[in-house]
């Protein structure tokens, strides 16, 4: 069958209306396209802008608690060891993306690291933030302190007392002390003894 002039035009008439219908549609798709774009931009602009801004908070909260758990931990140092003028000075420092805390001691001017005051520092500059971590995971106020406080020096033990005490009344913790040191029982709300008896070892209250 031939075909005529006026079957060719109807045939191309119908192929450029598909045509057209395609180039509308790809019209369309770009226009949408073009907004999603628009507004995923705008989305990474507001996204920056509060990523600076919770940057910013996160930097201000970790100062804030360097400088809270500071102030205790010196508060302690100066209440035990009366006769030095010992403070902590964690120092906040950035390597690549992460905060790294250093843990400074100072002393008249001169600043070590977590030990270079000897163990008794550490000793109870360990004991302060472990009280610090119940209280900032708020964990169960209570701590098992197994002669801990085995290397403080005798003279200080008054004053490690008075500490303990201070912080158990002052932050609600229970605190449970194992020693041989007998320094501690004037600061102690009880204090039980550990006796031999011929059902073998048993406990006795004497405060």
């Not at 060719?8 to 180039?23: H, P, Q, V």
């Not at 102030?71 to 420092?93: A, N, R």
């Not at 609600?172 to 204090?191: K, R, W």
């Amino acid at each position: 069958m031939d075909i005529t002039i006026l079957d060719t035009i109807n045939i191309l008439e119908s192929r450029y209306n598909k045509m057209d219908g395609y180039f509308s549609a790809l019209l369309a798709k770009k226009k949408e396209l073009e907004k999603e774009k628009d507004l995923l931009q705008n989305e990474i602009q507001l996204l920056t802008k509060t990523g600076a801004v919770l940057k910013h908070m996160l930097d201000v909260m970790v100062r804030d608690e360097m400088s809270k758990m500071a102030s205790l931990i010196t508060y302690g140092l100066k209440t035990v060891f009366y006769d030095q003028d010992l403070s902590f000075l964690p120092v906040i420092t950035k390597k690549g993306d992460k905060v790294h805390i250093e843990l400074n001691t100072c002393d008249r001017g001169i600043q070590g690291n977590y030990e270079s005051f000897g163990g008794s520092v550490a000793v109870i500059e360990s004991f302060l933030l472990r009280i610090l971590c119940v209280l900032k995971m708020k964990l169960a106020r209570f701590m098992l302190l197994d002669e801990t406080f085995a290397s403080v020096g005798s003279s200080y033990l008054r004053e490690t007392g008075k500490l303990i005490q201070e912080l158990s009344k002052k932050m609600g913790l229970d605190i449970l002390l194992v020693t041989h040191q007998s320094q501690f029982q004037e600061c102690a709300d009880h204090v039980y003894q550990v006796k031999e008896s011929k059902d073998g070892l048993i406990m006795e209250k004497i405060k």
